[in-house]
């Protein structure tokens, strides 16, 4: 049985070179937006005040409605000078939470400045806003969401080194930890670059992409596995090769399904989801693309790093067939060797008449077939 496919197709494996520089140069431009642009941390980790107002009218009564009035609101606070993490969201049918990065000593400052400029923008439409109740986010609740948060990559980044490692090889863990962190320095680059808001929502984004792409990642490591216990000769590269070739369409369709659906909550989730689903969609991609061009490649690199050209047979033994003793005769041979009492029946039946015509053998009972395998 062979593991390659029927017709050529374009040695990935051998292109790998390529695949390197592309996922260099993007995760280069990632780490220069992060180290020049710098990342819009939210209130969640730098702390703040959260402030709500109610109004006496609903706050629109539908999705479209709503996004419309958070765009006015956001920007006659913008216009009131309050611009530091501001960030609006509606509670309920007629409650307006606006978050800002300010402290204790100045929340009462803002506090009416908010409350002035709603009143100038939403006034005429919604009635006058009224104080519902502030809220502080301290500076020491960031700094531990941010702990929590580093503390769950790294713990999350071990536990599946060594599942991987004891369910395949250790080179296989190392490249599949590589592609993680190559999928998350993009995702983070990209927010850099668009400015959004990195808050509680990121984190959970952050981490849905590593478990994500890492499954992407085992189903190819264990298409590869199942093909060097069917094959024994042959390069590992070829291996590698014929394998991505095998799960290539499953991993796009897979991927593309998730994508249509975070495209619509993109597009129709409202600037709550804006930040949460973008940071979805650059994450998902770059992990279908290091699933399929970075992880695979990098464990045939560092394979011939260890030793040159990999062998499947020297390197990923199969079981070999246990062959039968040299004296015992072999179940073929003793069907096919005539007893003393078969030669006797036989004789008398060619002398009593005419034998059976070649094809119309006998059958054996049911009860009495011999099992082929």
Same mark, same amino acid.
């Given at each position: 049985?062979?593991?390659?496919?029927?017709?050529?197709?374009?040695?990935?494996?051998?292109?790998?070179?390529?695949?390197?520089?592309?996922?260099?140069?993007?995760?280069?431009? %990632?780490?220069?937006?992060?180290?020049?642009?710098?990342?819009?941390?939210?209130?969640?980790?730098? %702390?703040?005040?959260?402030?709500?107002?109610?109004?006496?009218?609903?706050? %629109?009564?539908?999705?479209?409605?709503?996004?419309?009035?958070?765009?006015?609101?956001?920007?006659?606070?913008?216009?009131?000078?309050?611009?530091?993490?501001?960030?609006?969201?509606?509670?309920?049918?007629?409650?307006?939470?606006?978050?800002?990065?300010?402290?204790?000593?100045?929340?009462?400052?803002?506090? %009416?400045?908010?409350?002035?400029?709603?009143?100038?923008?939403?006034?005429?439409?919604?009635?006058?806003?009224?104080?519902?109740?502030?809220?502080?986010?301290?500076?020491?609740?960031?700094?531990?969401?941010?702990?929590?948060?580093?503390?769950?990559?790294?713990?999350?980044?071990?536990?599946?080194?060594?599942?991987?490692?004891?369910?395949?090889?250790?080179?296989?863990?190392?490249?599949?930890?590589?592609?993680?962190?190559?999928?998350?320095?993009?995702?983070?680059?990209?927010?850099?670059?668009?400015?959004?808001?990195?808050?509680?929502?990121?984190?959970?984004?952050?981490?849905?992409?590593?478990?994500?792409?890492?499954?992407?990642?085992?189903?190819?490591?264990?298409?590869?596995?199942?093909?060097?216990?069917?094959?024994?000769?042959?390069?590992?590269?070829?291996?590698?090769?014929?394998?991505?070739?095998?799960?290539?369409?499953?991993?796009?369709?897979?991927?593309?399904?998730?994508?249509?659906?975070?495209?619509?909550?993109?597009?129709?989730?409202?600037?709550?989801?804006?930040?949460?689903?973008?940071?979805?969609?650059?994450?998902?991609?770059?992990?279908?693309?290091?699933?399929?061009?970075?992880?695979? &490649?990098?464990?045939?690199?560092?394979?011939?790093?260890?030793?040159?050209?990999?062998?499947?047979?020297?390197?990923?033994?199969?079981?070999?067939?246990?062959?039968?003793? &040299?004296?015992?005769?072999?179940?073929?041979?003793?069907?096919?060797?005539?007893?003393?009492?078969?030669?006797?029946?036989?004789?008398?039946?060619?002398?009593?008449?005419?034998?059976?015509?070649?094809?119309?053998?006998?059958?054996?009972?049911?009860?009495?077939?011999?099992?082929?395998?």
């Amino acid at each position: 049985m062979s593991v390659f496919p029927s017709q050529p197709r374009t040695d990935l494996v051998r292109l790998r070179p390529l695949w390197y520089v592309i996922s260099l140069l993007v995760a280069a431009a %990632g780490l220069y937006a992060i180290f020049t642009t710098g990342l819009n941390w939210g209130v969640d980790f730098t %702390g703040g005040t959260v402030f709500q107002y109610g109004f006496s009218k609903p706050l %629109g009564a539908t999705r479209a409605q709503q996004t419309a009035l958070l765009d006015r609101a956001s920007k006659a606070v913008a216009e009131a000078g309050v611009t530091k993490s501001a960030a609006l969201q509606v509670v309920g049918s007629n409650t307006l939470s606006v978050r800002v990065g300010a402290g204790p000593a100045e929340a009462q400052a803002v506090k %009416g400045r908010i409350r002035d400029a709603l009143a100038r923008a939403l006034g005429s439409a919604y009635g006058q806003p009224q104080d519902m109740g502030t809220e502080s986010i301290g500076a020491v609740v960031g700094a531990e969401l941010r702990n929590r948060a580093i503390w769950a990559l790294i713990v999350g980044s071990v536990l599946m080194v060594i599942y991987i490692t004891i369910r395949y090889q250790f080179v296989f863990a190392i490249a599949g930890i590589a592609a993680l962190l190559h999928d998350c320095l993009i995702m983070t680059g990209a927010v850099a670059l668009s400015g959004l808001e990195v808050n509680g929502p990121f984190v959970a984004a952050l981490l849905t992409i590593i478990g994500y792409s890492i499954n992407d990642t085992v189903v190819i490591y264990d298409r590869i596995r199942e093909n060097l216990r069917l094959r024994r000769t042959g390069s590992f590269e070829e291996i590698v090769n014929a394998s991505l070739w095998q799960v290539m369409t499953r991993s796009i369709y897979t991927v593309l399904t998730v994508l249509f659906v975070l495209w619509a909550i993109f597009l129709f989730g409202g600037s709550t989801l804006h930040s949460f689903s973008f940071a979805l969609l650059v994450g998902i991609t770059s992990g279908a693309y290091s699933s399929i061009f970075n992880a695979p &490649q990098l464990v045939v690199s560092m394979q011939r790093l260890r030793g040159g050209p990999v062998r499947v047979a020297r390197t990923f033994r199969a079981p070999l067939a246990t062959s039968a003793p &040299q004296d015992a005769p072999s179940p073929v041979s003793r069907a096919a060797a005539p007893t003393a009492d078969s030669a006797a029946a036989q004789g008398e039946e060619g002398a009593a008449g005419p034998s059976r015509r070649p094809g119309k053998a006998k059958r054996r009972p049911a009860g009495k077939r011999k099992r082929r395998f």
